[in-house]
């Protein structure tokens, strides 16, 4: 199945060859998209990519496809779930702050991609 947000947008359910974003100048390719907002109020899409090397990064685009941001998880965790304008992420090693539930919900800054750490998540 595809599906596009508009003409700057495509995505594959189906595997990572089509999962592309086109500005006017630049196509980006993203590899596996596991989740894809939009936040058409604020001019933003937000884009969470897995690789199985574990390289899985946070993209923020604004609604002509212009890359405002490409982030890496915090360090000492992983992504786990992108809502809305929060990204929850689990604990990668022993360094990482302990949640008493299953991870913590990082607040997104949607003009940088800097992750602020909020409440715990589960």
């Given at each position: ?16 060859d ?63 779930y ?7 992420c ?25 992750l ?7």
């Amino acid at each position: 199945m595809f599906f596009g947000i508009n003409s700057k947008f495509h995505f594959s359910t189906e595997g990572k060859d089509f999962n592309v974003v086109k500005d006017n100048n630049q196509e980006y390719r993203l590899g596996e998209v596991e989740t894809v907002k939009v936040l058409s109020k604020e001019n933003r899409v937000l884009v969470l990519t897995r690789s199985s090397l574990g390289a899985d990064y946070l993209y923020g685009f604004d609604l002509d496809g212009k890359l405002i941001f490409k982030v890496a998880p915090p360090q000492h965790y992983s992504f786990w779930y992108l809502s809305d304008k929060q990204i929850a992420c689990n604990e990668a090693d022993s360094f990482a702050k302990k949640s008493p539930l299953s991870g913590w919900w990082f607040s997104i800054d949607l003009d940088t991609g800097d992750l602020t750490m909020g409440s715990p998540a589960y």
